[in-house]
């Protein structure tokens, strides 16, 4: 069976790259940037230390970084489509770890989970 290459108008090629240029803005800024921002209120209310909270962010980072090589395996063992689905369903559960978080372990496992998440 041949393979057809088809050819999208300069219209829809912009539109992707806004497209997928807002979605990494979205995935960056409730990542990184809020996770700063509740930072201070989730030391005070659940008695951390700023230790262990940068400790989270740490691992945020580290498994991002760690995770890198990730999305080229699993796009060329899988597929694209795939490997979004497989980064949704970590990213969505890192946060729902987050969203849950009472103790200072459900908070490392939800900033790696971001981290492999954002990665994919």
Known sequence: ?????????????????????????????TT??????????????????????GLGFTLLGLTCGLASFLP????RK????????IGLIIFVSGFYFLYETNTITRYFLGTALLGVGFTL
């Open 32 to 53: 990184f940037t809020s996770l700063g921002v509740v930072l201070p209120s989730m030391i005070a209310e659940l008695e951390w230390n700023w230790t262990q909270a």
């Open 78 to 85: 899988l597929n694209v489509r795939f490997t979004l689905l």
């Open 1 to 29: 069976m041949p393979v057809t290459q088809q050819n999208f108008g300069p219209i829809y090629q912009w539109s992707i790259l806004i497209l997928l240029g807002l979605v990494y803005f979205l995935a960056t800024a």
């Open 72 to 75: 080229t395996l699993l796009i």
